[in-house]
């Protein structure tokens, strides 16, 4: 299910049926079905503007475009199933699609307007990974998948601007961000470092490794410790100040509190399995804050730390050292504060101001599989398994004035 950008219609995908049902919240009356039939459907996704849906057959034959308005139906052929194979820009206006013809990879640039090929031209890449526009629009980053380490850059044009490698005859590129302002990209590689090019030549400006060892004292390390509640007075939480919140009830597990570790500090690390397929190492999460100020990280092969990034200065600015492995972090649209979930019952915020653990209420245990900010920076979605839970920040200052649960609908 998903909603268009404007949020007056709603889409359903079927995709074992080949199904998509479209609903218009104005029009009760108003619906729409599409039967893709004997092609089959993969994936279906709105358009920027609301008014087209973008329908992916299977096998990836082709990419079907059904407009809304003028019931016409345009056909993308040849994409690619990669990682990444489709990219919109910021203001909807482009659409840039990965190929394979001939085995060879192309790129497509389509006008979201109308649909027409803007430019078509082929890549240097061996097994394309993905693509992902600039925030403003303007570059195109393609990268390789992981057998080879290469980045592209084009213009809108389909120019090429720049091409990066770091080496060579190694896994490459595990996780690619753009900062909100265009001026960097950053290459989480598989060698356990970051590596920012910047907007200007788009060479490497610096690189961040990722050691098991803190020594720079000017680095602040928050370590998590389980803290145990004074005898008498059980679990203490926040209270509920939202009409409907379920009473709090003792929680099963511990508390836990951040606590400034004394460097130098040694961090817990993972041995990847090197006979295996997708070891668990080198950079497989890394997101640059709202401002651009800066970029929290994680290193898969130091699972339960994130690192955050001082891109002012270049340097490492803070370290979070939890108790159990980082499944998801996210930061707030609106101003450089971090959310982080480890798969317990708690989340972690942190700012420039400091970092704190919330337990989350309710009865019973509630894991925190992953987390999503609302675009104001106000609330806060926690999602688990079953269930889900809406956190409330009321003021600035506070990390969680109040929780409301709701069960899922499965």
């Not at 008014?51 to 056909?75: A, D, P």
């Not at 302002?181 to 598989?190: E, R």
């Not at 130091?302 to 002012?312: K, Y």
Request: proline share 6%; charged share 20%.
């Amino acid at each position: 299910m998903e909603w268009s950008a404007d949020s007056l219609f709603i889409l359903c995908a079927m995709y074992k049926r080949g199904l998509v049902q479209v609903w218009s919240l104005e029009q009760p009356e108003w619906h729409c079905k599409i039967d893709e039939g004997s092609a089959g459907l993969v994936a279906s996704c709105w358009s920027p503007d609301g008014r087209h849906i973008l329908n992916t057959t299977e096998f990836h034959l082709r990419v079907t475009v059904w407009s809304l308005c003028t019931k016409s139906v345009s056909y993308i052929k040849y994409p690619k199933a990669c990682q990444q194979g489709m990219a919109f820009t910021r203001d909807g206006r482009y659409m840039a699609l990965a190929e394979r013809r001939d085995c060879k990879d192309f790129v497509s640039i389509f006008v979201c307007s109308d649909w027409q090929l803007l430019r078509h031209f082929d890549t240097d890449t061996q097994d394309l990974a993905g693509v992902e526009w600039a925030p403003n629009g303007c570059v195109l980053a393609v990268w390789d998948s992981c057998l080879e380490y290469k980045v592209l850059l084009y213009s809108l044009d389909g120019r090429l601007l720049s091409v990066y490698s770091a080496y060579e005859w190694s896994l490459g590129i595990k996780s690619v961000a753009w900062s909100p302002s265009s001026q960097f990209l950053a290459i989480g590689s598989y060698d356990g470092k970051v590596r920012l090019l910047n907007h200007v030549t788009w060479k490497m400006t610096t690189e961040f490794g990722h050691p098991a060892a803190i020594s720079n004292p000017k680095t602040v390390v928050y370590r998590e410790v389980e803290k145990s509640p004074p005898p008498g007075l059980g679990h203490l939480s926040l209270p509920p100040s939202r009409a409907g919140a379920r009473p709090l009830t003792n929680a099963a597990a511990s508390e836990s509190k951040y606590e400034v570790a004394s460097v130098p500090i040694s961090l817990q690390t993972l041995k990847p399995a090197a006979d295996r397929a997708n070891p668990r190492m080198g950079v497989g999460m890394l997101a640059f804050s709202p401002d651009s100020y800066f970029l929290a990280t994680r290193n898969d092969n130091i699972p339960n730390a994130v690192w955050v990034w001082d891109i002012q200065k270049l340097r490492l600015f803070v370290v979070l050292e939890q108790l159990c492995p980082v499944r998801s972090f996210q930061w707030d649209p609106q101003q450089p504060r971090l959310a982080i979930c480890t798969g317990g019952n708690k989340v972690y915020l942190w700012s420039p101001a400091g970092c704190v653990s919330v337990q989350v209420p309710g009865e019973g245990d509630f894991p925190v599989l992953a987390l999503c900010w609302h675009s104001s920076g106000d609330s806060l979605a926690l999602l688990g398994k079953d269930h889900f839970c809406l956190c409330f920040l009321e003021t600035s200052k506070d990390v969680g004035a109040a929780f409301g649960r709701r069960d899922s609908c499965t």
